[in-house]
């Protein structure tokens, strides 16, 4: 059971490159989300999904667009990559029965150098 | 709005000490709360929750008990390993659905041989 994968591991991008950082998860969960983990900080959420077909804006989108045509994968997109984008990504994904308390399970991140 | 607040660290303990993480929040509503700890290089994974007040969340032989009394769901350990040197996050959940999760800004445990 592989839960959450991510890939690249690390990437370095030039200013107003562009890149998708992709996420899948095999356990069949309904929710799927982006955060960037910054040096000293807590996790601030980017974007999230409750299903395939729908997504929705966290507390940090600008910069980025995401997708979920299926189930398993949820890929981040970065367009016009800027310094301030420099951080730790981590996706995540939990199961929601509808009662409150999930636990969400991590991917092992990607780090991503903007210079 | 929600919050989480916790301890500064880093926190450096000798191996066999007692380990308390502080970790207070404000919540409108019941939340569920957690602990997750990110060993290095790693993502984050949990290491316990409570879902309402008086649980006890334990595992590995961490411990932590929502207090809705002291809003607190404090961290401890009574004798720590090297093992157990990584960054812990406290968090809080509301409602159904994790987007409504609140993460600290994560407390790092050195632990000495």
């Known amino acids: 059971n592989a839960g959450v994968t991510q890939t690249p591991k690390f990437r370095i991008l030039k200013i107003g490159q562009s890149m998708t950082l992709q996420c899948a998860q095999d356990?069949?969960?309904?929710?799927m989300y982006w955060y960037r983990q910054d040096p000293g900080m807590g996790l601030k959420l980017i974007y999230y999904?409750?299903?395939?077909?729908?997504?929705d804006k966290g507390e940090v989108p600008n910069g980025y667009n995401v997708s979920r045509s299926t189930t398993e994968d949820f890929p981040l997109r970065l367009e016009l990559a800027a310094p301030s984008q420099t951080s730790v990504y981590f996706c995540a994904s939990s199961y929601s029965a509808g009662q409150g308390g999930e636990t969400q399970y991590f991917g092992p991140g990607t780090r991503l150098l903007v210079l | 709005g929600n919050s989480v607040t916790q301890m500064e660290g880093p926190v450096t303990l000798s191996e066999e000490a007692f380990l308390t993480i502080n970790c207070t929040y404000t919540?409108?509503?019941?939340?569920?709360l957690f602990w997750y700890v990110q060993y290095p290089g790693e993502g984050l994974q949990l290491l316990l929750k409570a879902t309402k007040a008086d649980d006890k969340g334990s595992n590995k032989g961490f411990e932590a008990t929502y207090r809705k009394e002291t809003t607190s769901f404090h961290l401890e350990k009574g004798s720590v390993q090297v093992s157990d040197s990584a960054v812990y996050f406290c968090a809080l959940s509301e409602g159904t659905g994790g987007f409504k999760t609140i993460f600290g800004a994560g407390t790092r445990l050195f632990v000495k041989a």
């Open positions: 999904s409750v299903g395939a077909g729908i997504t």
């Open positions: 356990m069949n969960h309904n929710y």
């Open positions: 919540a409108t509503g019941y939340p569920s």
